[in-house]
């Protein structure tokens, strides 16, 4: 069974930057699509980035599009967020996840109907204004 590891979350000051990451257990990671989610508490979880095997293509939902980058490098097992220009509503817990798809793209935020077969434990970022 794939394990995967966040890290790199903390607290940063509103306008900085954060790069969380996400380490597979096993190297079949690099045939899977990895989603970076984020949730409060209370609220649903919500999709923030996505990215394909080969890390050519990748999805972001609105509120992060122009701030945040995925990128992967499957040398390492890893998939990466960078994240720019963070807000205070960017606070939240992060987590990643990996699914075995034909295509990556279709409802690639949707934590529940997209099934995502491994989960990580989630890093929390708080962003203080």
């Known amino acids: 069974q794939v394990q995967l590891v966040e890290s790199g979350g903390g607290s940063v000051q509103a306008t900085g930057s954060l790069r969380i990451s996400c380490v597979a257990s096993e190297g079949t990671f690099s045939r899977d699509c990895v989603g970076w989610f984020r949730q409060v508490a209370g609220k649903e979880r919500e999709g923030v980035a996505g990215?394909?095997?080969?890390?050519?293509?990748?999805y972001y939902g609105e509120p992060v599009k122009g701030r945040f980058t995925v990128s992967r490098d499957n040398a390492k097992n890893t998939v990466y967020l960078l994240m720019n220009n963070l807000r205070p509503e960017d606070s939240a817990m992060y987590y990643c996840?990996?699914?075995?798809?034909?295509?990556?793209?279709?409802?690639?935020?949707?934590?529940?109907?997209?099934?995502?077969?491994?989960w990580g434990q989630g890093t929390q970022v708080t962003v203080d204004s």
């Open positions: 996840a990996a699914a075995r798809k034909s295509s990556c793209s279709y409802q690639w935020d949707s934590p529940v109907t997209y099934n995502y077969r491994y």
């Open positions: 990215i394909s095997p080969s890390g050519y293509y990748k």
